[in-house]
């Protein structure tokens, strides 16, 4: 028996699978991506979400030590430079 494994259906690692109650309106956006070729599944669809909101989170609390800390000079040139770089999110 061969098996086979698309790389496309799973970023990384291993996953777990849970159940979700998910308002229907949200669960017809789901579909539609999937419809349109936006996204390969459901889970892909909450998974993007998901890691969307933990980079949010992260991105706050950055931001909370950040404003309790001051500038700091020596990171202007970095700053500058993600700003100029800044990555596809997806």
């Not at 259906?9 to 159940?19: A, L, N, V």
């Not at 979700?20 to 936006?38: E, I, N």
Request: charge should be negative.
């Amino acid at each position: 028996m061969v098996c086979t494994w698309d790389s496309k259906r799973y970023d990384t690692g291993m996953s777990t699978q849970i159940t979700v109650r998910v308002p229907d309106d949200l669960v017809a956006f789901a579909d539609q991506q999937v419809q349109s070729g936006a996204a390969l599944s459901r889970a892909q669809v909450v998974t993007r979400a998901l890691l969307r909101e933990q980079r949010r989170v992260l991105a706050t609390r950055d931001a909370e030590i950040y404003a309790s800390h001051g500038e700091d000079p020596e990171l202007d040139g970095l700053t500058e430079h993600a700003v100029a770089n800044l990555p596809d999110l997806d």
